[in-house]
């Protein structure tokens, strides 16, 4: 475990993950730094969890989490959830009086993903 968790380093990590699969990053928000007790007083951990909402090709969504699951950078992460969704596309009358970025858009996926950070605290 790393010795402490910096939310402004794993959101950048977040972002460079993201990015790198070409997705949209919508929101990220990140809990405050939460001290947690092992089940031995003399082990304590560090926890900050993030929520990250993305938006792009549901095979970069996939992608990124399989990079939040394996990449080294995120080792002592955990994913806690992640809910994708992805919209029907719209009808011929719904495109009507879109531009065509407008309409990829809104056909686009979207995913939350929930995330813990852990950081041990020598004790």
Do not use: H
Request: no cysteine; net charge negative; proline share 3%.
């Amino acid at each position: 475990f790393p010795q402490s968790v910096q939310s402004i380093e794993y959101e950048e990590k977040l972002f460079a993950a993201a990015e790198s699969k070409g997705l949209a990053v919508q929101v990220v928000t990140s809990t405050e730094l939460a001290q947690e007790k092992g089940a031995t007083s003399a082990l304590s951990f560090t926890l900050v969890t993030f929520s990250v909402n993305v938006q792009g090709n549901l095979s970069d969504i996939v992608d990124l989490v399989g990079i939040l699951a394996t990449d080294p950078a995120f080792s002592t992460a955990a994913i806690r959830s992640v809910a994708v969704t992805v919209p029907e596309p719209l009808t011929q009358a719904e495109k009507e009086g879109l531009t065509s970025a407008e309409v990829a858009e809104q056909e686009m996926a979207s995913a939350t993903i929930a995330l813990a950070v852990y950081g041990y605290q020598g004790g």
